[in-house]
């Protein structure tokens, strides 16, 4: 009997490791588990972003009327500040200080344009989108508020709002890249 139980232990502790896949091993060994083979080389390469935009000034949008940011996420805006980019990021704050709605734009590299989209609307969790004609992209909504990003050669704009209707946010980056001359 004591025997079959040694047995029977062995058998259950190769069997999970067998379903380890060895890559705890590897690791022990001071290898590196292999990289993800679903994703392409040209994916798997690190792109350096950018850091997030800061409100620096206290100064109107050069692209984007706080009066139609109002109407479009259906907020007053009590000021607006924008950031040290070129062009800058801007910040619509409400009457209470709040952030209501955030518009990125970013003109560069194509990659770290599409990096910037990828990070604010995740390819694998967000909703494919590929308006306006030509930018692509994605968007989320929660309860916390909604992003749209899209990218076109090397432009990206991103769009985060309170409001959780992505086509709020749709709609101030289809504005945005129309007064850009994207």
């Known amino acids: 009997m004591r025997t ?17 896949g060895g890559q705890a091993d590897d690791a022990a060994a001071g290898e590196s588990a292999p990289s993800s083979p679903s994703s392409p080389p040209s994916q798997r390469s690190s792109v350096t972003l950018p850091p997030e935009p800061r409100p620096e000034n206290e100064a109107p949008c050069p692209y984007l009327d706080s009066e139609r940011v109002a109407q479009v996420n259906g907020q007053r805006v009590g000021s607006v500040s924008t950031s040290s980019d070129d062009p800058p990021a801007c910040f619509f704050l409400r009457p209470d200080g709040e952030t209501q709605l955030t518009v990125r734009v970013y003109t560069g590299e194509p990659d770290v344009a599409r990096g910037l989209v990828d990070a604010a609307a995740p390819v694998a969790t967000s909703n494919p989108t590929s308006q306006p004609t030509g930018w692509e992209g994605g968007y989320e909504s929660d309860d916390d508020g909604a992003v749209y990003a899209v990218a076109q050669d090397g432009d990206a704009v991103v769009i985060t709002t309170n409001q959780p209707q992505s086509v709020k946010a749709r709609t101030v980056a289809t504005e945005v890249i129309s007064a850009l001359g994207f």
Request: aromatic share 6%.
């Open 4 to 20: 079959s139980q040694v047995v029977i232990s062995f058998a259950v502790a190769a069997l999970v490791a067998g379903c380890s």
